[in-house]
């Protein structure tokens, strides 16, 4: 059974920094793209960032210059840091992985999800 499990969500001010990870377990992904996704409030779950199987990464524009997605294939996890957060970065941050090695940003192209964390960031 294929599992996402997120971790390092939290409440930070303004300004700060978090770094999430998502464990993989049940499959390797080292040959599949992951992705972040995040949901507001009342807001639909939108793309955030992604890495392909080789490193290529794709980024909301809003988060380009202050978020970084990575992985450690070693490892079987992804991981997003997250600088200089503003309150509308506030949401649940879910991890989400691909079968296929290509960056996606449609949520529709992602086969397996984490239960998300949740990030809130104070003014």
């Known amino acids: 059974q294929v599992q996402l499990v997120e971790s390092g969500g939290g409440l930070v001010q303004a300004g700060g920094s978090l770094r999430l990870s998502c464990a993989a377990s049940?499959?390797?992904?080292?040959?599949?793209?992951m992705g972040w996704f995040r949901q507001a409030p009342g807001k639909d779950r939108d793309f955030v960032a992604a890495?392909?199987?080789?490193?290529?990464?794709e980024y909301l524009d809003s988060v380009k210059g202050r978020f970084t997605i990575s992985r450690d294939n070693a490892k079987n996890t992804v991981y997003l840091q997250m600088n200089s957060l503003k309150p509308e970065d506030t949401a649940v941050y879910y991890c989400?992985?691909?079968?296929?090695?290509?960056?996606?940003?449609?949520?529709?192209?992602?086969?397996?999800w984490g239960q998300g964390t949740q990030v809130t960031v104070s003014s």
């Open positions: 890495i392909s199987y080789s490193g290529n990464t």
């Open positions: 049940g499959r390797t992904f080292s040959g599949s793209a």
């Open positions: 989400a992985g691909r079968t296929l090695g290509g960056v996606r940003t449609d949520l529709s192209a992602y086969d397996f």
